[in-house]
């Protein structure tokens, strides 16, 4: 199902995204929040690259990092052919139609002054030459796609209800053609019935307009439905990367099996059977990282190595990368 | 929305009755003669006399009624008369005042252009000065811009007028001899000559009133647009692709004024009181000059007529920024 062969529409070699932190009288520098620290993917053309971890991974912060919401501090984005790591904000806006970004808070990220039209009709003013006509058409044909009643254009996003406001979302992200978008948790503010609709609509449009997506979601089985590969991030560093099946089937990283063991089983029978890894202790603060490998203050298969020398990221099998001391000593390809 | 208003409207008639109520109990229960600046060479019987003449003799229940009867009856038959022609009033009793013996509406009248356009002047330069300060200092928070717009705010919360009007005069009248230090209000703009002595003359007063409603308003104006930087439909505006000219200025600031134009609506009233300290120490004999010397010669029915005209303007006032809120902002309907 993995074509290794295809060429990665998204590529991001060790991507660091440091947030200052000030404090004292001068407001001096005093550190920093990792909150995305060196990781590396691809995202391969018509994929869709599920992005998990628990709350405060950094999960949202590297989905904008990719997209260059944030400057980052360092490291290599190549969206599509082109380098955006170090554009400047101003160049990078003619290239925001290729890659767009549907949020997670479907009322907050819509303004509340604009009427539907207008929020989906505005990307469309400023990167293309439409008469009015035809952008108010395409405004209904995106609305059409999204499953929004036309006759809704002219209200504003209070009128809807959650779903249907990550449904504006959508369109509006969908107004540009774009390649890749990234979907930062974008059900987590809806409900269990919405989520199934949201979760559908995105892999119909995906297959309709051959979308690539970057998935990022913390809830497991949604990602397990609809990615094709899944990373597993744990503070600002992605520790596992690989294909659904076999993540879901035999997880690598110890974090990624307590990770799994958290998901409910429905089976009652497997689930007395199943055991459930509970990690202890708090996730360190990305301010100030452990030395050695981030998970060794929780990880239950610890090793002296762990608390002394980062484990590097590669490829423990093909197609399957982790990043841990106790899949190293076999593999003579690391480094 | 007209409904609302109109109820509103209604809603507001009780309410200014009761507010006139309680400023006449005011004077009423307050001490102080209207006789007490005659000379005591007149005697006593005398000056029961001249009460007597000025209505004084009736107690406060016959005087509360008349009083509205000539607010709200008579002055209004008298103004249609004088623009119309007719003749509603038929030599009605007016309000007059105790001092000049002349009806308190004509002395209103003659006061009001001077007042309009000396602290309404300075009303619109310190809107006009405070926005763009607010603007900028919270697109460029803690820059240094920033810092000295909250100085300059700090100055104009903490230097009382009767501190700054003077200052003003010491150096620009007295040491430097620029500027009068004298509003002259018998002044006419005729040519391009009296039109600079006007500018003259009215910078100094001007600039020390606009300084209090900058401080203010730049200080709302800052807060309401760091609140509206933060939002996530701020974070979408950019992943459209807009320029940082359009996210600013449509997206941020358009819903950042909402706040803010209330807050310069609820101050148009003070503009109509005029600015007591202030036109004192120019000499500008505008309406709060001329309620000073109300007050102070116990001239009841002047002080009664003008706080009562700025009771109803705040009213007005008031349900005007409530309706604009509902204009202004989609996601409040009054119906």
Redesign the interface.
């Known amino acids: 199902m993995l074509d290794t062969e295809q060429k990665p529409l998204v590529s991001v070699r060790d991507l660091k995204m440091h947030f200052p932190i000030h404090a004292g009288l001068l407001r001096r520098r005093v550190g920093e929040v990792k909150a995305v620290d060196g990781i590396s993917f691809d995202v391969i053309e018509g994929e869709t690259l599920g992005l998990v971890g628990e709350s405060g991974c950094g999960k949202s912060t590297c989905g904008r990092a990719v997209l260059r919401l944030y400057d980052i501090t360092s490291g290599e984005i190549m969206i599509d052919g082109d380098e955006i790591g170090a554009t400047s904000q101003a160049q990078l806006r003619t290239k925001r139609p290729t890659m767009q970004m549907v949020f997670q808070d479907p009322q907050a990220s819509l303004n509340p002054r604009m009427t539907v039209e207008a929020i989906i009709k505005e990307p469309l003013d400023e990167h293309t030459k439409l008469s009015e006509a035809e952008k108010r058409e395409k405004v209904g044909e995106l609305m059409d796609a999204v499953g929004l009643n036309r006759q809704f254009a002219k209200r504003y996003p209070q009128a809807f209800s959650g779903g249907q406001r990550q449904r504006i979302g959508i369109a509006r992200a969908l107004a540009l053609n774009p390649k890749f978008i990234v979907c930062d948790e974008p059900i987590a503010a809806l409900d269990v019935s919405i989520q199934a609709q949201v979760v559908n609509l995105l892999e119909d449009l995906q297959e309709q307009f051959g979308l690539t997506y970057l998935f990022i979601s913390h809830d497991l089985s949604m990602v397990r439905h609809i990615a094709t590969r899944v990373a597993v991030m744990y503070l600002g560093k992605i520790v596992e990367l690989a294909p659904r099946e076999a993540l879901y089937a035999e997880p690598l990283h110890p974090y990624t099996k307590a990770l799994l063991s958290a998901v409910p089983e429905p089976d009652p029978s497997l689930a007395k059977t199943s055991e459930r890894v509970v990690l202890q202790g708090d996730v360190p603060s990305p301010a100030n990282p452990p030395k050695g490998c981030n998970f060794c203050t929780r990880c239950p298969s610890v090793m002296d190595i762990c608390k002394t020398t980062e484990p590097t990221y590669f490829e423990v099998q093909p197609g399957r990368f982790t990043a841990c001391h106790l899949y190293e000593n076999n593999n003579d390809t690391a480094e | 929305m007209l409904i609302y208003t109109i109820r509103r409207l209604l809603i507001s008639i009780p309410t200014l009755l009761f507010i006139a109520f309680v400023i006449f109990m005011l004077l009423e229960l307050a001490p102080g003669d209207p006789m007490a600046q005659m000379p005591l060479t007149i005697p006593p019987e005398v000056k029961e006399k001249m009460r007597l003449a000025l209505g004084l003799g009736e107690p406060w229940y016959v005087r509360f009624p008349l009083w509205l009867n000539q607010f709200f009856i008579v002055e209004p038959q008298y103004w249609i008369d004088s623009k119309f022609g007719t003749n509603f009033a038929d030599g009605a009793q007016r309000i007059i005042s105790f001092q000049s013996r002349s009806p308190v509406f004509d002395t209103i009248a003659q006061r009001m252009p001077q007042t309009l356009w000396v602290v309404g002047m300075s009303y619109v330069v310190g809107v006009l000065i405070a926005l763009p300060i607010g603007i900028i200092s919270a697109y460029r928070q803690?820059s240094v811009f920033d810092q000295a717009g909250t100085f300059v705010s700090m100055i104009g919360f903490s230097v009382p007028p009767f501190f700054s009007g003077v200052l003003l005069i010491v150096i620009f009248s007295v040491q430097l001899k620029w500027l009068p230090s004298i509003y002259d209000t018998t002044h006419v703009v005729t040519n391009w000559d009296s039109f600079v002595f006007q500018l003259r003359q009215m910078i100094m007063p001007v600039m020390v009133l606009a300084l209090q409603t900058t401080a203010q308003v730049s200080r709302y104006m800052r807060a309401s647009m760091l609140d509206n930087l933060t939002?996530?439909?701020v974070?979408?505006?950019?992943?459209?692709?807009?320029?940082?000219t359009?996210v600013v200025l449509k997206?941020v600031l358009?819903?950042s004024m909402i706040p803010v134009v209330t807050v310069i609506a609820l101050g148009i009233p003070s503009i109509f009181g005029g600015a007591i300290i202030t036109e004192q120490i120019f000499k500008v004999n505008g309406l709060g000059q001329l309620l000073i010397i109300a007050l102070q010669g116990n001239d009841i029915p002047m002080v009664m007529t003008i706080t009562f005209l700025l009771a109803v303007l705040i009213v007005m006032m008031n349900l005007i920024a409530d309706v604009l809120y509902g204009i202004?902002?989609?996601?409040i309907r009054y119906d």
């Open positions: 803690y939002q996530d439909y974070r979408t505006a950019r992943a459209k692709g807009m320029s940082e359009t997206h358009r819903n202004l902002d989609p996601r």
